[in-house]
């Protein structure tokens, strides 16, 4: 709940970029949800690092912070799903797909929980700005990304499965008809 109230607090003024700008902690939410379910209430640090594991990239949290707060285990967890921000944009995609075979067992969950969230968002609620070539490219990234974390939970990998087919449904529902074929 410590977690929880941090996370309120540092994100409060951030949205989700869909047409609903939903409130940021709603992504949070929901990640740390399918987290506590993927691992039947066993591992409270992972729900915690789950609620915190956009603070540093999205509103400047340190480390240290987290770590003086919330603990190393904690803070180890939420970093290893932490970009690193000086690289240019293209580059930290890249390295996500590279790293994720070597996250720790429990980070490999919390990222199946982050990119199954993000795709669920993208069906319900895309970004308005997102061309249809910027959407689907999301979806192959993100399949990329996950199939360096096979193994490390069934339920939550068929749960991204689900997610992944309803964005790309729900993309190319929204072709106009005009520009099919
Ligand atoms: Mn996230």
Redesign the pocket.
Known sequence: MRALAFATLRHADQRRKGRRAQPYVN?LAE?ALLVSEATGGTDAALVAAALL??VVEDQDVTAAEIEATFGTDVAALVMEVTDDKKLEAAERKRMQVAHAPHLSARAKVLKLA?KTA?LRSLAEDPPQDWSLARARAYVEWSRAVVEGLAGACPALEAAFEQAAGEATAAIERSVPHDTVG
């Open positions: 992504h990640v594991h956009d982050d993000n």
